[in-house]
């Protein structure tokens, strides 16, 4: 088995759409046939999706950086460019993926869930697409878009219904090997599981998944030892199990101070993340009585814990005493939290239309008879714009007015000769606004000269 990686964090990048196409159609004795350019294509997505298959996030470790494919630009005699090949990046079952703000853009459960993380950028339109009775032969067609660039952070939760939990070395590893076919590594030292070990378990008609993962040390809520990297896989287990060790030779430990101390540490661990893991279902395993010593401790614990309510059953991974009694105790929690969870209701998909009479942009007046024109819709009219043709950027302003720029610009009290800015702070265009100049007759100059807004 690979490295097991249970975090990383990737830079994503989706595909770029392709330019659309200026061209003319010709054929003998039709040199002028009219405008033919093709669309140009849709740039690739980066999906991630849940596949069984994978059980690490190591290949994202070692590379982060993921860009899907562009789209083609289109090409003459109508013919639009291809879409840019879609990234699927195959994520294990249980992933949660953060974004760049710290929020959790989604739990990814359920071999084949898919999100797409960064969308493709549009392609341009060619010039036959923008024929209009009033524009019969651009000479000019669209840029494509950039597709989203985006940093997430994948986290592994384990998706199991019962997790071991106890101190290093209490027997947990040997305990899923002796319940099902798993076969962790196991052997007399601490610190032996570094990596979640998953066992299905049967149990008359109920099947079930037992998670072994990194023992636990006073202090583990606050990340020493293997804490933190354990309690994050136990946080989906509907049963937590105590594997509290009968035949240990530390000082100062038994199995009420066992409990008590891993105890402690989901508490604080549940003060911490607010996922409260103190109301889940409690059995204790007192694990080693194969040991004369282990016996006779087990004995003498097992009223003290009865008494504080908790379901008690004593076992011998190496002798396989307790086991089909523990298996059945196991079964009965699961099979209860499963009746009492709520029915999974379908994803529902959430359309927002935008408000009639909504304004698609915003003037921000910045002073000394400067403007700032903010929107989605008029930055993203920007960035298709080929700043180098002339008959292009008439296109543009065209757009502008009819969308209401000069209205809303006069509103804002502008002046002729105003600057308006189009765009974000660090990515701008800048115009100088003259309400009196028709754009449809007088073509407007490339980005950087004295433009103008009319």
Known sequence: MPDFVDEAVLHLKAGDGGHGCASVHREKFKPLGGPDGGNGGRGGDVILEVDPQVATLLEYQRRPHRKARNGTPGQGGHRNGAKG???VLGVPDGTVVTGPDGEVVADLVGAGTRLIIAQGGPGGLGNAALASPRRKAPGFALKGEEGEATDVKLEIKTIADVGLVGFPSAGKSSL???LSAARPKIADYPF???IPNLGVVEAGATQYVVADVPGLIPGASEGKGLGLAFLRHVE???TLVHVLDCATYEPGRDPVSDLEAIESELTAYSERTEIDLTDRPRIVVLNKVDVPDGRELAEFVTPMLEERGLKVV???AASREGL????FAMAEQVAAARAAAPTPEPTRVVLRPREIGETPFEVVPLGDNTFRVRGDKTARWVRQTDFSNDEAVGYLAD????????EALAKAGAVEGAEVYIGTEEDSVVFDWDPSVD???TPIGPRGTDSRLG
């Not at 089909?324 to 298996?327: D, F, I, K, P, V």
């Open 192 to 194: 032996t599981t570094l």
């Open 176 to 178: 899923i090997a002796a």
């Open 324 to 327: 089909r009694e523990l298996s």
């Open 85 to 87: 090949d879609d990234l």
């Open 439 to 441: 754009a449809e007759a």
């Open 236 to 238: 989906r287990c509907s």
């Open 399 to 406: 757009r502008l007015n009819r969308l209401g720029i000069e």
């Open 314 to 316: 004593t076992v011998s």
